[in-house]
């Protein structure tokens, strides 16, 4: 099967940055996703990892390691509208193709 | 360019009810998946579909099945209600890149429908 773990809640000030890892598990894995939901809100994408390394776009950045299944959600200069759930999601083809979402991890940014 | 487009936005049901929930995808988007999604649980896999195939199907029982048309627009269906059925169903449609290149399924996802099941 597959599985994803990623930490409950996290808690950081304005201004910081702050990292949120998932590690997963999965036998036909094609990508790394991160999706970002506010309160009330649907998920909204942030960033794919298809490949080993970084990607940035803007204050968010997200890292992959294929051989560590292993991935992070780099989040900088952090904003209170940062504050919401951020999901890893794994693209999996077994047994046809389908995404799976981890948990989540719910943000807490204060003043 | 519309979004995702899911009906109803809120429903209450009475247990051993069924319902169709319906998912209208970004024009052009092939790909649509169902999530069901309740607190402290994050999102789990229901379906996916492509080009009216099921391509795979979550651990639920089959009392949930789903299916989607030649327009791409998708429905899920319940049988016989449970009180544990109550959640958010939140469809997701994605444009399909070509196979074996590792490139981007970005999903993007409607707002849900709310079932509360009584």
């Known amino acids: 099967g597959q599985s994803l773990e990623q930490p409950s809640e996290v808690t950081a000030v304005e201004g910081a940055i702050v990292q949120i890892n998932c590690t997963y598990q999965t036998s036909g894995f094609y990508g790394l996703s991160w999706y970002q939901q506010h309160d009330g809100g649907a998920p909204t994408f942030l960033s794919y990892n298809g490949l080993d390394g970084l990607e940035e776009t803007g204050r968010f950045s997200s890292f992959l390691s294929r051989s560590d299944s292993y991935g992070y959600l780099l989040l900088q200069e952090l904003q209170m509208k940062d504050s919401a759930s951020y999901f890893c999601?794994?693209?999996?083809?077994?047994?046809?193709?389908?995404?799976?979402f981890g948990a989540g991890t719910r943000l807490f940014v204060k003043a | 360019k519309a979004g995702v487009t899911q009906t109803p936005r809120y429903l209450i049901k009475t247990r051993g009810q069924q319902v169709t929930l319906s998912c209208s995808p970004i024009s052009g988007h092939r790909s649509v998946s169902w999530y069901q999604q309740t607190p402290g649980q994050g999102l789990q896999f229901l379906f996916e579909?492509?080009?009216?195939?099921?391509?795979n199907k979550g651990n639920f029982p089959g009392r949930f099945s789903g299916r989607q048309f030649s327009n791409s627009r998708s429905e899920m269906n319940v049988s016989t209600l449970e009180l544990g059925d109550s959640a958010l169903y939140l469809c997701a449609s994605s444009f399909e890149p070509g196979q074996g290149t590792f490139s981007s399924t970005e999903a993007f996802f409607g707002q849900g429908t709310r079932l509360t099941v009584v």
């Open positions: 999601a794994v693209r999996d083809y077994t047994g046809g193709f389908k995404t799976i």
């Open positions: 579909y492509f080009s009216e195939t099921q391509r």
